[in-house]
């Protein structure tokens, strides 16, 4: 029997063959994007990009589902490929791992059917939302958070786009992070289902849901919300200033733990055996290159280098302090 036998009584044969020539970016694997790749990857989306830009952790594991503990300390978007290849080898997976910036998203995201949202930060969400501005391409906007969540398909002229409902993103501190609210897994399975089924309507040609559908499992609530009738300037003008960003790096806390990460734009590639020659001699210590990462401590900090020039610096360290190391040992 053919894989796809039950899903095509369903689909028809037509709209499940068309699966199999639509090519999907998934951005962001983690609890959301790890559930919508599985289904579109099993449902037979001909390519699937899988971009990511961290590793898989241990508080990963209660609710990402492509992750195991033997994973720990490897590139989400790696592991998901090579966990999807073994749910369904007839497709075609293109793991990326890198930071989406204004300096790459246009690199990264162009010549897809549709953009399905796995992030956990507005500004990723924005530079999608600038993208779909400029090329037209539809995405899937999708959050969750303890028991709630969000999915909202966006296709600009067609409908608002995210800047028509939210104008800025949110300062930090004034949303909740799965540090501050906490989530549940089953929550985002239900969420990010639900995104998954939408992303197959459009890619079979079908109308999506239009309406913005926001979730609170907890207290079984589900309300359609109308997206706003007037379209903001940014669409309207095709204004991508997030797409337009200029910036060289940025030096941010962590979120809920000790430690500073720092990012560059646009992102890079590091010579890692010359920067391990000189970290080992700076440091009086051994690092360790594994793929994409070199690892090693320096003044008292773990400090995790990528490929594409991103750092996680580990430990009592400000940003101040860290964009300070970075710019002294790596350069800019």
Known sequence: MSRYAKQRIFLGAGSDELLRSRRVAVVGLGATGSVIAAWLARAGVGHLTLLDRDLVERSNLQRQLLYLEADLGRPKAEVAAARLAAANSDIELHPVVADLTSGNARELLSGFDLICDGTDNFEARFLINDLAILTGAPWIYTGAIGAEGVVWPIQVPATACLRCLIEEPPAFGDVDTCDTAGVLGPAVGVVASWAALEALK??????????????????????????????????????????????????????????????VNPPGKLDFAALQSRLETRSGSPWKQRGMLLKGRDGGWDITLFQDGRALIHGAITPERARSWYTEVVGC
Not at 210 to 228: A, I, M, T, Y
Not at 234 to 257: P, V
């Open 202 to 263: 459009i890619l079979t040609g079908r109308e999506p849901h239009r309406e913005l559908v926001r979730f609170n499992l907890w207290d079984d609530e589900r309300q359609f919300l109308r997206p706003p009738k007037s379209r903001c300037r940014f669409c309207t003008e095709q204004i991508t200033e997030f797409l337009d960003a200029r910036w060289t790096l940025k030096a941010s806390a962590l979120c809920g733990l000790e430690g500073v990460q720092i990012r």
